[in-house]
């Protein structure tokens, strides 16, 4: 399983936008990168996921550079509930397959 | 999407006694679902991995005579903290992926042995 790292954290302010940086050097050819947004006293929710160039949904933007080695999740104009830990899985998406969380990383967002 | 249930949400017992959580996929099935443990300010540790109608695997470390996991259907998996002491206090979380799809989570447990 590619070893993840990322920020232990991050302040923000309202209105900013918010960029996280993942890196995952040993990441293989099969294995996708996905995000996750965790709340006190809440499991984890999906955020975005993605294999390579970018990736836009409606909360969230996920760029991966061609060497796949890194991976940067952008919150766009943050508000205050985006106060919460986001974690970087990098994994191969198939059913059976584990997936280990690194440290996360806690993002503030200041009004 | 697919929605991963958590039963109950809370528990306090007392110490000796068990305790069980459920973990429900709604609207999918799911062969293989995993139980995570997560202690305040700290990242989820996977426990073990439930197989539907197989043994569960743990990871290194996590006591299987405590940590009783069954995977009955393809829709169920319950945990449970057998002879619970207030070190195992923790907030338990649960997952399931759908083939080829992204994990979902519970809601999770927090359990308080007293």
């Known amino acids: 399983l590619a070893k993840t790292t990322q920020p232990i954290s991050m302040d923000s302010y309202e209105g900013q936008e918010v960029n996280i940086t993942c890196s995952h050097n040993?990441?293989?050819?099969?294995?996708?990168i996905t995000w996750y947004q965790q709340f006190p006293s809440q499991g984890p929710r999906f955020i975005i996921q993605g294999y390579k160039t970018k990736v836009t949904n409606e909360v969230a933007s996920l760029f991966i550079p061609a060497d796949r080695k890194s991976s940067t999740l952008s919150l766009p104009r943050v508000s205050l509930s985006d106060t919460a830990v986001y974690y970087c899985l990098v994994g191969e998406e198939a059913a059976g397959n584990k997936l280990t969380f690194g440290g996360g990383t806690r993002v503030l967002v200041k009004p | 999407g697919a929605v991963v249930s958590q039963h109950p949400s809370w528990v306090i017992c007392k110490s000796g006694t068990s305790v069980k959580i459920e973990c429900r996929s709604l609207?999918?099935?799911?062969?293989?679902m995993f139980w995570y443990r997560q202690f305040p300010k700290q990242s989820l540790m996977l426990m073990a991995t439930s197989n539907e109608g197989s043994k569960a695997t743990y990871e290194q470390g996590v006591e299987k005579d405590k940590f009783l996991i069954n995977h009955a259907s393809l829709t169920l998996s319950t945990l449970t903290v057998t002879s619970a002491h207030p070190e195992d206090s923790s907030f338990y979380i649960c997952s399931a992926r759908e083939q080829g799809l992204k994990a979902f989570f519970g809601q999770g447990t927090r359990l308080t042995v007293v």
């Open positions: 609207d999918f099935q799911a062969t293989t």
């Open positions: 040993n990441i293989a050819t099969n294995d996708y």
